[in-house]
T-cell receptor, first 115, second 112 residues
Framework: NAGVTQTPKFRILKIGQSMTLQCAQDMNHNYMYWYRQDPGMGLKLIYYSVGAGITDKGEVPNGYNVSRSTTEDFPLRLELAAPSQTSVYFC??????????????FGPGTRLTVL | KNQVEQSPQSLIILEGKNCTLQCNYTVSPFSNLRWYKQDTGRGPVSLTIMTFSENTKSNGRYTATLDADTKQSSLHITASQLSDSASYICVVVSGGSYIPTFGRGTSLIVHP
């Protein structure tokens, strides 16, 4: 299993540009998440999904959109990039299981800079 | 407001020594508490997960404790190795919520 994969690894955007951060998992997990990690801060949840066709907002959803057309893929869309969106973005997934086995698996991250 | 506070912010120890990291939280209602290890430039990796009824859990040289009454947790690392150099993140999940609260992490540096 490749686990959780993210592309691209790095990206520089100009203010106002748009882009899609890709996330895929091959573990057949129902739950998927997008987080952002700012320097010296804890991870913040942007959006999450509990299954194909179902998405919901997290703590910091403004400026982002997501879709979940398949179990495997959970892309994150930035429509009008702003400097405040400069961050490292992590995608994660977990199986729909009891808490004792409820491990969340993270991707390697995408480092985004908006200039 | 749900909060997770970790201390110390950073820690430097010599290889082979033990250390303990602290986590205090105000998340309510409580569902579970997790410790993650995050190497520089990588995503977090789960170390332990504890529910309300569990007060200790081990994963190799890592032992986490939980006191749900005082809302405190600790992560003890035994016989540290150079590869333990990383950020250690405490995460608390509220009951009935999909939104976890992350601490800012403790940066651990192990020197030879």
């Amino acid at each position: 299993n490749a686990g959780v994969t993210q592309t691209p690894k790095f990206r520089i955007l100009k203010i106002g540009q748009s882009m899609t951060l890709q996330c895929a998992q091959d573990m057949n997990h129902n739950y998927m998440y997008w987080y952002r990690q700012d320097p010296g801060m804890g991870l913040k949840l942007i959006y999450y999904s509990v299954g194909a066709g179902i998405t919901d907002k997290g703590e910091v959803p403004n400026g982002y959109n997501v879709s979940r057309s398949t179990t495997e893929d959970f892309p994150l869309r930035l429509e009008l990039a702003a400097p405040s969106q400069t961050s490292v973005y992590f995608c994660a997934s977990r199986a729909e299981a009891g808490v004792s086995t409820d491990t969340q698996y993270f991707g390697p991250g995408t480092r985004l800079t908006v200039l | 407001k749900n909060q997770v506070e970790q201390s110390p912010q950073s820690l430097i120890i010599l290889e082979g020594k033990n250390c303990t990291l602290q986590c205090n939280y105000t998340v309510s209602p409580f569902s579970n508490l997790r410790w993650y290890k995050q190497d520089t430039g990588r995503g977090p990796v789960s170390l332990t997960i504890m529910t309300f009824s569990e007060n200790t859990k081990s994963n190799g040289r890592y032992t986490a404790t939980l006191d749900a009454d005082t809302k405190q947790s600790s992560l003890h690392i035994t016989a540290s190795q150079l590869s333990d150099s990383a950020s250690y993140i405490c995460v608390v999940v509220s009951g009935g919520s999909y939104i976890p609260t992350f601490g800012r992490g403790t940066s651990l540096i192990v020197h030879p």
